[in-house]
């Protein structure tokens, strides 16, 4: 009995783990952690992957699931899948915050949505950049390249031993930050372009005192705004790709491969 006891909490552990592992990601997975996809997607496509990675990894040395060691981590296996799935999501995040600084510089914040991933209100131009960058994603199959390196990650950090260090969570920090700037330099473009306008509505305004430039500025800037969205919609799959190759290059570099 004490046998048959040991080798059914050695498969549980096993497959336990590894499926926690999995669901923190699929928590902040682009696409996947989304609200409209139901819960119950998420943990069958976790469940499915556990069952096809399980048989090709070590068996977990674990002989108590219910004590302070198996919680711990267990919390340790969610945050590995997490701190994955959270690189991609800022990615994704780049293009909403370039959408949501060129919405305030043309006047388009003022038309606002409900984001379905965040379940907040945010202007439309940031959702439609939102849309366009999840797309860009599963067409560059980021989707697959973040299981094959979730996969990898059993080999980088097997369960119950060394994971992580604080300089490595440092560095994925930092990486966040960078989302900043990349933002930036994505609606640079149009921030420079608006910013012609307005010089020229000031040259006009000087000119010509009796004329109400802020009747006429507001829409012509907006018109403005969208021309130059639409203008500089075929540079997305460049900026989407190069910012994808860091996430890449970062995501490698944690897990010691590719």
């Known amino acids: 009995m004490d046998l048959l006891s ?14 926690m592992r999995f669901s923190g990601m699929f928590i902040a997975m682009v696409g996947i952690s989304a609200r409209t996809i139901p819960p119950v997607i998420r943990n069958l496509l976790a469940i499915l992957l556990t069952a096809m990675i399980v048989p090709m ?3 977990v040395p674990m002989t108590e699931l219910v004590s302070l060691g198996a919680m711990l981590e267990v919390i340790k296996q969610l945050i590995i899948g997490i701190a994955i799935g959270f690189i ?11 959408g949501q600084i060129i919405a305030m510089q043309t006047g388009l914040g003022f038309a606002s949505i409900v ?3 965040n379940g907040i209100n945010v202007p439309a131009v940031g959702q439609f950049y939102l849309i366009l960058a999840t797309l ?5 199959n980021g989707h ?5 390196l979730l996969v990898v990650s059993f080999e980088a950090f097997p369960i119950t031993g060394p994971w992580w260090t604080g300089e490595q969570f440092k560095e994925i920090a930092h990486w966040a930050g960078w989302m900043f700037v990349s933002a ?30 802020f009747s006429i500025g507001f829409s012509i800037a907006q018109i403005m705004g969208l021309t130059i969205i639409w203008m500089t919609l075929s540079n997305q799959a460049l900026h989407f790709e190069q910012q994808w190759t860091r996430a890449q290059g970062l995501m490698c570099e944690l897990l010691k491969s590719c």
């Not at 040991?6 to 499926?19: C, G, K, Q, R, V």
């Not at 372009?193 to 004329?211: D, R």
């Open 115 to 117: 984001d379905p991933v």
């Open 88 to 98: 991609s999501m800022m990615v994704i995040n780049t293009f909403v915050l370039a």
């Open 184 to 213: 930036v330099t994505i609606a640079l473009a149009p921030i420079v372009s608006l910013l012609i306008v307005n010089l020229a509505f000031g040259v006009m305004t000087k000119a010509s005192p009796q004329l109400n430039i």
């Open 57 to 59: 990894i070590p068996p």
């Open 136 to 140: 860009l994603f599963w067409a560059f």
């Open 6 to 19: 040991s080798t059914i909490t050695n498969l549980i552990s096993d497959y336990m783990l590894a499926f």
């Open 144 to 148: 697959l390249f973040m299981i094959e």
